[in-house]
């Protein structure tokens, strides 16, 4: 949540042309009630885009299905894997593994309503419920009332007494029992979430499951993304610096609407994650975006920032 709204999601498209991005999660009661234009809003260059949706009440689930249709979303995906106390106050998130019936009959209503597919992010257990067998029944109940695509966090859910962060770290991750998912359901989607930052990584589990989701190592060192495009899409290489090029005509159109230069910048910190130089762009973008009339222009002096730091950014941002 308040990490891949709009702008992230236009900066990663520019980064990976053939991925499947994912909105921060929207509750139900967001859509709703709250101001359903800031979430629902989305650029066409964005292409594919799954609206993460919090919920249990199959109404208000379907409601903000068709919202989400409306829109122009590719999918929504029922989030089932957020361990915060807050959103298990309202049936939202890695709780409702324990009420597998619920969440099937909340796919069976948004299905009947609307065309876009169905899909359901989880876990692979929660507290002491963290068997095969649960994670084998909990999929079985969802998948007859229609959902044919389950993206699997490795690691099961404390609900009391881990932070969210902590249940992103603490929990042992457990690949295996994703694979033995799969194989039991063959006929399903199957997709990885969890500890995934190598290409060597995202090509062992490719095969013996249908996708990968990554989230941290895409959020903090996004040129990733890029590789990833070079290694499993056959896309051309490219450099930092022309990403930012490609980026700044979308900075230039949110500021004319009003949006202010740090809530865009924010999200593109990790750009030199590793490289030479890197504090200096983070230092410099986090200094100057947020100063009163900042424009685009500040992205290119954290670039010249960086130079005295790194030799090869003379040629052009180096592309490894």
Known sequence: MEWTDRHCRYFHRILSPNSLLYTEMVTTGALLYGDRQRFLLRD????SVALQLGG?????MTMSAKFAQDAGFHE???NVGCPSDRVQSGRIGACLMAEAELVAQCVAEMRAKVDIPITVKTRIGIDDEDSLQFLLDFVGTVSEAGCDT????ARKAILQGLSPKENRTIPPLNYPRVYQLK???????????????????IQQHLRLLDGVMIGREAYHNPFFLTQVEQQLFAQAPTTRLAVLERFIPYIERQLSLGVRLQNITRHILGLFAGQAGGKHWRRYLSDHARLKNAGPEVLLEAFDAMKPHNSDLDAGASSN
């Open 44 to 47: 066409d260059f964005e292409q």
């Open 56 to 60: 249990s009440d199959p109404a208000a």
């Open 76 to 78: 929504v995906n029922i």
């Open 150 to 153: 389950f993206i699997i966090h």
């Open 183 to 201: 194989a039991t359901f063959p006929e399903l989607t199957v997709v990885l979430n969890g500890g995934v930052n190598s290409i060597d990584g």
